[in-house]
């Protein structure tokens, strides 16, 4: 355990649903992420949170909807999603945006769109 | 060009071997650089980080940064099974992005 966990680990749903994907952090950090991990592509960071704002959005579909209602809690509201949108999500957090030590990871979440 | 580049591999060694990983980056303001090991369906868990030029030694594992040619490598040295997994090269510059980028990661298998 990382001190970064995340919930489900599994998900399957269809492209009419909606789900959220949730992430807690137990290490008094500041800033949490959300980053998808596609096959054969580098980790791609969707969404950067710092003390519960928004700092940082990379053109995300807006089928993502993140919420963040306090330090510790990160979520990714998923609706309508695309077969495309298969990958494994992955939380982390730093002690802030600025950290240079490197950020904790979650174990990810295992996201299948059929 | 990516920013962050490595060779996806596999890259094979026996036990007991050296195994060498290398990673090349696009943006000269980076600042800090990262190697983590990721096992399959696991999370990426941090294993090594450098900042200045040289080498880092962390008991089988050796960070080595040339920022003049924009390289990092790690090398591990007695290589084991257990070993065997995925690592992925990230950078961070503070002044710009304030974000890690990370490269595709390179798949290691140690052989018996």
């Known amino acids: 355990e990382t001190g970064v966990t995340q919930t489900p680990r599994h998900l399957v749903m269809g492209m009419t649903n909606k789900k959220s994907l949730k992430c807690e952090q137990h290490l008094g950090h500041n800033a949490m992420y959300w980053y998808k991990q596609s096959a054969k592509k580098p980790l791609e960071l969707m969404f950067v949170y710092s003390l519960e704002e928004r700092v940082e959005n990379n053109s995300v579909p807006s089928r993502f909807s993140p919420e963040c209602p306090n330090s510790s809690h990160l979520f990714l509201h998923l609706h309508t999603l695309q077969p495309e949108d298969s990958a494994l999500y992955l939380c982390?957090?730093?002690?802030?945006?600025?950290?240079?030590?490197?950020?904790?990871f979650g174990s990810g979440t295992r996201l299948t769109v059929v | 060009q990516k920013e962050v580049e490595q060779n996806s591999g596999p890259l094979s060694v026996p036990e007991g071997a050296i195994a060498s990983l290398n990673c090349t980056y696009s943006d000269r303001g980076s600042q800090s650089f990262f190697w983590y090991r990721q096992y399959s369906g696991k999370s990426p868990e941090l294993i090594m980080s450098?900042?200045?030029?040289g080498d880092k030694e962390d008991g089988r594992f050796t960070a080595q940064l040339n920022k003049a040619s924009q390289y990092v490598s790690l090398l591990i040295r007695d290589s084991q099974p257990s070993d065997s997994a995925t690592y992925l090269c990230a950078v961070y510059n503070t002044g710009t992005a304030s974000k890690l980028t990370f490269g595709t990661g390179t798949r290691l298998q140690v052989t018996l």
């Open positions: 450098i900042y200045s030029n």
């Open positions: 982390a957090s730093s002690q802030n945006t600025r950290d240079v030590y490197g950020y904790t």
